[in-house]
Each structure stands twice: as structure tokens, then as C-alpha cells.
């Protein structure tokens, strides 16, 4: 099982997946599989809350993308959803 760590996070990759860096988003894939997860991080000198998560992804947000802002280790943390072009 590979890894992949950037910017103070870390993310263990399964069997045969992938990681790329490019235009300053890491992305995720199977080579064989229809998708990628694409990781955006962000760190403050502060708490980041909800209030700043949404403040991000207001753009996408705005267009219709559903979002859900959950707590996890003390950390506010906001799962966006959005298809453009059929593509989810």
C-alpha cells in the first residue's frame, strides 16, 4: 500500500492506485478506474470553521454543488459534491 503526504496531511493509497501533483492539487486514481479524487487542503493560524470552509468553495457552492460540514479530531471538515458536463 502505497502513500501519499503533502502539507501536514497523509493519505494511505490501495492496491494499484495512483497520485499525481499537478497545478498545486494532488490527485488520486485506479489507471484502470472512470474517476480521480482531487484533495484540496487549507491551514490558518486559527481554528478553521465552517464559516471559512464554505468561504472556500463559495464558487462551487454558489453553482449548486451540495455540501456537508462535519467535526473530526477537533477540525471542521466540508465534503463538496458537484458534476459539471456529466462528469460528477
Same mark, same amino acid.
Do not use: R
Given at each position: 500500500?502505497?502513500?501519499y #503526504?503533502e ?5 494511505? %493509497?490501495?492496491e494499484?492506485?495512483?497520485s499525481e501533483?499537478?497545478e498545486? %492539487?494532488?490527485? !488520486? =486514481? +485506479?489507471?484502470?478506474? =472512470?474517476? @480521480?479524487i482531487? !484533495?484540496? /487542503? ?9 464559516? $471559512? ?7 462551487h !457552492?454558489?453553482?449548486?454543488?451540495k =455540501?456537508?460540514? =462535519?467535526?473530526?479530531?477537533d477540525? /471542521?471538515? %466540508? #465534503? %463538496? @459534491?458537484?458534476g +459539471?458536463? $456529466?462528469?460528477?
Open positions: 500500500m502505497g502513500k #503526504t502539507n501536514g496531511w497523509e493519505i494511505s %493509497l490501495a494499484n492506485w495512483q501533483f499537478e498545486g %492539487l494532488p490527485t !488520486i =486514481y +485506479h489507471p484502470d478506474g =472512470y474517476g @480521480a482531487q !484533495i484540496n /487542503s487549507f491551514s490558518k493560524d486559527n481554528v478553521v470553521n465552517e464559516d $471559512d470552509l464554505i468561504d472556500l468553495a463559495n464558487d !457552492i454558489e453553482a449548486g454543488a =455540501y456537508k460540514v =462535519y467535526e473530526q479530531n477540525s /471542521s471538515v %466540508l #465534503t %463538496l @459534491a458537484f +459539471h458536463e $456529466d462528469i460528477f
